[in-house]
């Protein structure tokens, strides 16, 4: 936790210099300069424990600590033909920690991924005609840790209705990623890894609508597809004559999740969002996912936002617990990530957006902090809490 406060102290120490000088226009002038418009700072801190760990084969501690901070910063300008262009830049560095990742090599603080760091940047732009109520989007991404390397990139096109209260957007996305592939070390057979590709390319559409001043709704559709190397080296899978072999999964699937969005404002001072998703793939998995948040407005600068998320699958067709695997299976697995379970996700929100700003800097217009305890089936336990400043 003094990992999180200290961050966003540091960070909100930096941007107080810029802010004292930054001037203000209040005129509604559209300007032609390049300008922050926004920037967020968010850290936050996961735990986790259980006894399903797949890198044992299903069996044995998931412990895990993940500290994560976020810097997302937002760029705006108005070309001469009237135009909105947006960038949005966003750099995000992970640690973790993980019991079961330590045990590749069956003995203590001694695996590369006992520990490891994840850097993740990011660049979007978008275009957006505000008179004629089209957007045109373009981003380029990468995520890098030890054993991982993935770079994406996605286009995005959106266009409002003539009235303006719905939009249709569509998006597309890739992600070509690199595994090395670091086996169980009794499954070791050479020195040093090699690596291999996996691929996946999303396609989604959405339509948002405004059905009247207090309520919203938006549909959405999406089709994955993934290729390549989908199992991971070092799962572990037991078999039921006690022999151990490297996880073996499919090298494509198809995913096909449908959602629906709906807001509903009940007054100024208190609004229900609601969410569900079905989804199902030809790995078998079937799931459900409902979700509630009740933001509340308590005061002119203070709200709390109580949520719950209720998420059930039956599992793929692949899985089965430690040491029920046989010869006869052509795929196996004993993640249970991808086995029968129901989980929940139960939290609160708050945020505090004082008038004279958060500390008494002024651009500085949102403290948000959110907890959520995390309960699942398989009998994993975890807790997350973060920490969101606003900058605008």
Do not use: C
């Amino acid at each position: 936790m003094k990992r999180i406060v200290i961050t966003g102290f540091a960070l909100l120490g930096i941007f107080r210099l810029s802010a004292q000088d930054t001037p203000t226009d209040s005129t509604g002038y559209k300007s032609t300069k390049l300008k922050v418009e926004e920037v967020n700072l968010i850290s936050s801190y996961y735990s986790q424990n259980g006894n399903n760990a797949v890198v044992t084969g299903g069996i044995g501690s998931e412990k895990l600590t993940d500290i994560a901070n976020t810097i997302d910063v937002k760029l705006v300008k108005y070309g001469k033909s009237g135009k909105k262009h947006t960038w949005d830049v966003e750099a995000g560095i992970d640690h973790y920690t993980s019991a079961s990742s330590d045990m590749i090599d069956l003995s203590a603080n001694s695996s590369a991924s006992s520990s490891d760091i994840r850097f993740y940047p990011s660049v979007s732009y978008t275009m957006e005609n505000e008179a004629k109520g089209n957007t045109f989007g373009a981003g380029i991404s990468s995520s890098t840790e030890f054993d991982y390397q993935s770079f994406g990139g996605n286009i995005s096109y959106s266009k409002k209705t003539k009235d303006r209260s719905g939009e249709f957007s569509a998006k597309f996305q890739a992600f070509l990623d690199q595994v090395k592939l670091i086996a169980p070390i009794e499954l070791r057979t050479k020195e040093g890894y090699d690596t291999a590709s996996r691929n996946t390319f999303a396609g989604s559409l959405s339509y948002a609508q405004i059905v009247n001043q207090n309520f919203q709704l938006m549909f959405l559709a999406d089709v994955i597809t993934q290729s390549g190397y989908l199992s991971l080296p070092f799962h572990r899978v037991y078999f039921a004559d006690n022999s151990v072999h490297q996880e073996k999964l499919p090298d494509s699937r198809l995913k096909i999740p449908l959602a629906v969005r709906a807001s509903y404002f009940m007054g100024d001072n208190v609004i229900i969002r609601a969410y569900y998703r079905y989804y199902s793939d030809d790995w078998s998995l079937r799931a459900h996912t409902a979700d509630v948040e009740v933001p509340v407005k308590l005061s002119a600068v203070f709200s709390v936002s109580p949520f719950y998320r209720y998420y059930t699958q039956t599992g793929t067709k692949y899985f089965k617990p430690y040491a029920e695997h046989t010869a006869a299976d052509e795929f196996y697995t004993s993640n249970y990530d991808l086995s029968k379970f129901n989980s929940s996700f139960l939290g609160m929100g708050m945020k505090f957006t004082p008038l004279k700003g958060v500390f008494g800097i002024r651009h500085f217009n949102t403290l948000e902090l959110r907890y959520g305890h995390y309960t699942k089936t398989t009998n994993m336990v975890s807790n997350i809490i973060s920490l969101n400043i606003k900058y605008k």
